[in-house]
């Protein structure tokens, strides 16, 4: 099993807790990730790595809830 990585060092945030909220929450941005895990981004640092890895998980819940 892969460990997770920190995103966010402010708040703390994985990038498998960003993915949970992209599959669970039906969130479709960074920003609305972040507000879904309980806090807005703080100094910004991580913004582009966590719009990489939603964009990265958006298709995939698409193809999950087509099958």
């Given at each position: 099993?892969?460990?997770?990585?920190?995103?966010?060092?402010?708040?703390g945030?994985?990038?498998?807790?960003?993915?949970?909220?992209?599959?669970?929450?039906g969130?479709?941005?960074?920003?609305?990730?972040?507000?879904?895990?309980?806090?807005?981004?703080?100094?910004?640092?991580?913004?582009?790595?966590?719009?990489?890895?939603v964009?990265a998980?958006?298709?995939k819940?698409?193809?999950?809830?087509?099958?």
């Open positions: 099993m892969v460990s997770p990585m920190y995103v966010c060092l402010c708040n945030y994985t990038d498998s807790q960003i993915k949970k909220v992209v599959h669970e929450g969130v479709s941005t960074a920003e609305e990730a972040y507000m879904a895990l309980g806090s807005g981004f703080c100094c910004g640092a991580c913004k582009d790595c966590a719009n990489e890895i964009g998980e958006l298709p819940r698409t193809l999950m809830a087509a099958e």
